[in-house]
Nanobody, 117 residues
Framework: QVQLVESGGGLVQPGGSLRLSCAASGFTFSMYAMSWYRQAPGKEREFVARITDTSGGANYADSMKGRFTISRDNAKNTVYLQMNSLKPEDTARYYC??????????WGQGTQVTVSS
């Protein structure tokens, strides 16, 4: 079955960096676009970034452009989110996502990112 396992979250000071990882299994990873979303307490889940399957083209939410970079390693079935210049408003639980077979949304359990001094 499809499984997504995020890791790499933690507590970081404003201006700091973190790299999140999402290990995928149960499907042909290289054939699917992958996305990151986040959800802060009391807020709806929001889109962060998406990367295509083989070409690696990416798009980002406006507030993350220039600070976040999504990448993937198809040999390791892993997608990454490099986050730089972190702000307190980036505090959220970050989730990995795949739209499997064009209709089934799968999510990982998420990893918590807290940006605070």
């Amino acid at each position: 079955q499809v499984q997504l396992v995020e890791s790499g979250g933690g507590l970081v000071q404003p201006g700091g960096s973190l790299r999140l990882s999402c290990a995928a299994s149960g499907f042909t990873f290289s054939m699917y676009a992958m996305s990151w979303y986040r959800q802060a307490p009391g807020k709806e889940r929001e889109f962060v970034a998406r990367i295509t399957d083989t070409s690696g083209g990416a798009n980002y939410a406006d507030s993350m452009k220039g600070r976040f970079t999504i990448s993937r390693d198809n040999a390791k079935n892993t997608v990454y989110l490099q986050m730089n210049s972190l702000k307190p408003e980036d505090t959220a639980r970050y989730y990995c996502n795949v739209l499997y077979r064009g209709q089934y949304n799968y999510w990982g359990q998420g990893t918590q990112v807290t940006v605070s001094s």
